[in-house]
C-alpha cells in the first residue's frame, strides 16, 4: 500500500558528490521519521542520517560534515546530499519512512536500495 522509490545512485571517483531521492506513494495520510541506510558487502546495514518531521537531523559521525540530509514533505520525499565521497562510502543505500496510512496504521517502511559506489 506504500512504496518507496530510490534513484540517483552510481559511479562516483572519490572526492565527488551525489544525489539520492526517495518519494513515497500510496495510501499515506503523513510521514514520521525518514532515514538513509546503508549496506556494505560482508557488513551490517548501518544508518546513515535520520531527519525528523520537524526537521531535525542526526547523522553518523562517519558522515558528519560530508552528508546533509533533506526531505520536502509536500512530495513526500527525502533526500541525501554527499560530498567529498570517500571508498569506504560504497555500499547500497536504503531510505525508509515512518508511514501512518489512511486507514491509521502506522509502520516502517524500507526502499528497496540504490547501489553508491566510489571508485577510481
Known amino acids: 500500500q506504500v512504496q518507496l522509490v530510490e534513484s540517483g545512485g552510481g559511479l562516483v571517483q572519490p572526492g565527488g558528490s551525489l544525489r539520492l531521492s526517495c518519494a513515497a506513494s500510496?495510501?499515506?495520510?503523513?510521514?514520521?521519521?525518514m532515514g538513509w541506510y546503508r549496506q556494505a558487502p560482508g557488513k551490517e546495514r548501518e544508518l546513515v542520517a535520520d531527519?525528523?518531521?520537524?526537521?531535525?537531523?542526526n547523522y553518523a559521525d562517519s558522515v558528519k560534515g560530508r552528508f546533509n540530509i533533506s526531505r520536502d514533505n509536500a512530495r513526500k520525499t527525502v533526500y541525501l546530499e554527499m560530498n567529498n565521497l570517500k571508498p569506504e562510502d560504497t555500499a547500497v543505500y536504503y531510505c525508509?519512512?515512518?508511514?501512518?496510512?489512511?486507514?491509521?496504521?502506522?509502520?516502517?517502511?524500507w526502499g528497496e536500495g540504490t547501489l553508491v559506489t566510489v571508485s577510481s
Open positions: 531527519i525528523t518531521s520537524g526537521g531535525s537531523a
Open positions: 525508509k519512512m515512518n508511514v501512518l496510512t489512511i486507514v491509521f496504521q502506522r509502520n516502517d517502511y
Open positions: 500510496g495510501r499515506i495520510f503523513s510521514i514520521n521519521a
